[in-house]
């Protein structure tokens, strides 16, 4: 026996198709994940679509509706033809044409909705307009007051006649009326021309009113007494020429004639204090300052 190498020979046997499980598993796995892919996205697909587009892709599905074709040999063997616009046809003419005539009505009602919230949203921005217009009306015309009241008070020889001044706010706008007081009046009696005094007072009021826009009215008023003049002068004639005589010391006191929208004399007919009618007073000077509608942009729509 020979004193060489021992020799060996392995044979390795090649077992092909993946050992014992092979690689079945994977495409078993991968059908798995795309039915779960197919799944998800048909849940997806019912919360996400409208009742209409529902409706349009059961069409799409139905088997009724692959045969309805305008034209061709029909039944299930009838296979492709050419439609009356001369496109060749597979049987879905029938689901473009439904879903189209369908989508308007949606688009349309989109539109009616965004209508509704545009107007909607107009009619809150005028409410808004109107409030701001509201609050910037009511700061100045207290600012107005207020430096009337001051200016009142700074000098000395307006601080008596203070006493004749009520300010106060209607629907029309803000009041300032200028009111006799007993054994004190802003006018001698049955003249249209005030005392000095009450002309300073009265330039100083359009002084103040000049740091507005606004139109103002002035009235003039009396108490229920009756006066009568031989020629028949009365206390309506009286009444207007006091108020035209403001007028004009408002005009002295700076403010321009186009501010003025109106000047009347009222006699007796509206007095301050109707239980009192001849109370001294209820003869006086009213003031309004009117409440002028805001200026629209050039582009605001109605």
Do not use: C
């Not at 026996?1 to 392995?10: N, S």
């Not at 009505?105 to 009619?123: C, E, I």
């Amino acid at each position: 026996m020979a004193d060489g190498p021992t020799i060996v020979i392995k044979k390795v046997k090649k077992v092909s198709g993946g050992g014992h499980h092979g690689g079945a598993w994977k495409v078993a796995y991968a059908d798995f994940v795309t039915a779960m892919m197919a799944f998800f996205l048909l849940m997806w697909l019912v919360n996400a679509t409208s009742p209409e587009q529902k409706q349009g892709i059961a069409d799409y599905f139905a088997p009724a509706a692959v045969s309805m074709n305008t034209s061709g040999a029909g039944g299930l063997m009838g296979g492709n033809s050419f439609n009356t616009d001369g496109v060749r046809d597979s049987g879905k003419s029938s689901i473009v044409q439904t879903n189209a005539q369908q989508t308007p009505r949606s688009q349309t009602k989109g539109d009616t909705n965004q209508d509704g919230k545009g107007s909607s949203d107009r009619n809150a921005a005028d409410d808004a307009l109107q409030k701001a217009q509201a609050a910037k009306e009511k700061a100045e015309f207290e600012r107005v007051a207020q430096s009337l009241r001051q200016a009142m008070n700074e000098m000395p020889e307006l601080t008596e006649l203070s006493k004749h001044l009520i300010i106060d706010q209607t629907p029309e706008g803000m009041r300032i009326q200028i009111v006799d007081q007993e054994g004190r009046s802003m006018f001698p009696p049955g003249k249209a021309e005030p005392y000095d005094r009450t002309k300073q007072l009265f330039r100083q009021v359009a002084k103040v009113l000049t740091k507005l826009p606004n139109r103002v009215t002035i009235s003039g008023h009396t108490d229920a007494s009756v006066f009568r003049r031989p020629d028949g002068y009365s206390n309506w004639e009286l009444s207007a020429d006091r108020a035209n005589a403001t007028r004009r010391l408002f005009n002295e006191g700076g403010l321009d004639l186009d501010r003025i929208y109106q000047v009347a004399g009222k006699a007796g007919s509206e007095p301050l204090f109707p239980d009192d009618p001849y109370m001294s007073a209820n003869r006086r000077i009213s003031i309004i300052v009117l409440r002028e509608a805001p200026v629209m942009p050039s582009d605001h729509q109605l």
